[in-house]
């Protein structure tokens, strides 16, 4: 199938989550072949909550000093940061049961929508860190049918917002359930904080310089007093902002392998778009969903 028609394909539950057909053989053999270094980084994120952003924010971060944030030759102006920063089992698991994975240097940097409990057994087992995204899910609901639409043929007509919203209330979306998604993650940010960094978009969006030097000490770069005098800090978020990234030509007209233009990844970047989306209804169900969900776990979004 092509991706226009993939999007509407029927989701299968493999340990309690949501995944196309077509993707379960990337997932089944990424838990049997990965094998993760010690030194890994893993970007862990529930779909549309700002993958493609920390993708480039932590390629730049942690090969910084290979590329001067600020000469042509950086990748980020001519890759995308799905290019860079490839997800395991959409990805490279996808496209070869056992890839060689060889070619990348150390720490490789890689990223996954898996939940938890369904990663790789050698990533709970070696002492690589996790950097897990997560956003407020009315925002995820908004873009996931956003990209959706995107994606979709126009002989297909466009999907309802009353029908994404209706599946993803009832958990039944790409990775979700939502909250189980993100609640497996922060339990285990609790139980072991050294391997897991817990963010949300929100707090990146609101506290960016705050929030990427607290990855750099969490991943063990930390910025030196002369890059903090250099602005380095700066120069990453400003190369990894929307603006800058959505305007790239390899962003606005590149595709991936599969066909996905690129520009599908970047719709606006704003925190609360779903005022302008989903009703009064909408919003007190999600919400009481949510305000149920996270009852006693400590975690607000
Ligand atoms: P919106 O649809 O709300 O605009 P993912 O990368 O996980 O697929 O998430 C896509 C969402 O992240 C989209 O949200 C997209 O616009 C936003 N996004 C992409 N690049 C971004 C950036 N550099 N900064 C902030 N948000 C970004």
Redesign the pocket.
Known sequence: PTESEWIDMTLYNYQGHWHYAKQLQGVLSCQQHFQSHDNDILLV?S???????LK?ILFSLVYRTRFKQTGDDHPLLSNNPHTLVPFLELKLYFENENPDLSSFTSPRLFATHLPYRSLPKSVQDSKCKLVYLCRNPK?IV??LW??ANKLRLPEMGAKSIDEVFEKFCEGVSLYGPFWDHMLGYWHESLKNPEKIYFLTYEKM?EQPDLHLKKIADFLGCPFSPKEEEENKVRAILDM???DF??NLKVNREGTTPSGINYNA??????VG?WKNYLTTEMVTRLDKICEEKLEGSGLKL
């Not at 779909?47 to 952003?53: A, C, F, M, Q, R």
């Open positions: 994120t779909p549309k909550s700002g993958t493609t952003w480039a925002d908004v873009s956003a990209y969006k990894c902002s929307f990234l959505s990844f970047f719709r606006n970047g704003k778009d």
